[in-house]
């Protein structure tokens, strides 16, 4: 599934199962994105009690075990892939490290970094870790299919990895400013400040944005393209809602703060 114009920044797919696994992954990613903005939120951090009443929300999970269970498959699964696909050269190799340490880096945050309120619902929590171990599985899969088939013309690996280590250490700090507005026990959300919480309410997504557009331009494929065109809707359209959120709930929340994009959304 080439895109002309996208033609010369792209591997051609090895198969028909691989062209049909890239418009998959497109369209469901797409739905969560549309899903976010029509109020069907997925149900952790500040909507883990959104979208039923709590006799209907099914089996709820700590924070903690709930963003464990979100990570660790996908983390896994990058692990596993340097033995079950030794060598590739260096493009493969950059992208099973790039994968494993970005599901490393999160789980490290939800052990040591991350302060919690709430909990998650156990089917959001089972259908996003479903999203994160299939994306990180497919990249290395698709990647290592299409192993031996001509380069783009247009390499962007190098620059990838750049991205990749910008929203690694973007998001990481973001996140570690968010775990400062809580105290010991201090449960309640308060503005976020510092960093780029001053311009837009969610930069720890436009960081985890790059991360993903980062590991796109390392692959070359379209299913990373796919799932980071995804990803990116997704998280766009939460971090429309999480704006919204904050607008209900503190009368003294700064109009000129954007969503994810500093001026612009």
């Not at 591997?11 to 028909?16: A, K, Q």
């Not at 903690?64 to 190799?93: E, N, Q």
């Not at 299913?223 to 997704?234: H, K, N």
Request: proline share 4%; net charge positive; aromatic share 16%.
């Amino acid at each position: 599934m080439k895109i002309p114009v996208l033609e010369n920044f792209m591997f051609d797919e090895p198969s028909v199962w691989v062209t049909a696994t890239t418009v998959a992954t497109l369209l469901s990613t797409v739905y969560l994105g549309f899903a976010e903005l029509i109020g069907n939120h997925l149900q952790y951090s500040k909507f883990s009690n959104s979208n039923n009443s709590d006799k209907k929300q099914g089996i709820k999970l700590s924070s903690r075990t709930g963003f464990l269970i979100l990570y660790t498959p996908a983390f896994l699964a990058g692990v596993v892939s340097f033995f079950v696909f030794p060598g590739g050269g260096i493009r493969f190799l950059l992208l099973k490290f790039a994968v494993t340490f970005h599901f490393f880096k999160r789980d490290f945050e939800v052990l040591f970094v991350h302060k919690y309120s709430g909990g998650m619902i156990l089917g959001s929590t089972i259908l996003i870790s479903i999203f994160y171990l299939s994306a990180a599985a497919s990249m290395i899969v698709v990647h290592y299919l299409s192993l031996g088939l001509p380069d783009p013309s247009i390499d962007l690996k190098y620059i990838g990895l750049i991205m990749f280590m910008v929203g690694i250490f973007g998001n990481f700090y973001h996140h570690n400013l968010l775990s400062k507005l809580r105290k010991d026990k201090d449960k309640g959300y308060k503005i976020p400040t510092g960093g780029l919480f001053n311009l837009v309410i969610c930069p720890h997504y436009l960081f985890e944005i790059m991360i993903f557009v980062g590991l796109s331009f390392i692959s070359q494929t379209p299913l990373a393209f796919a799932c980071t065109f995804g990803d990116s809707m997704y998280l766009i359209a939460r971090s429309y809602e999480t704006r919204k959120w904050y607008v209900n709930k503190f009368e003294d929340f700064p109009k000129s703060i954007k969503c994810v994009i500093p001026y612009v959304f």
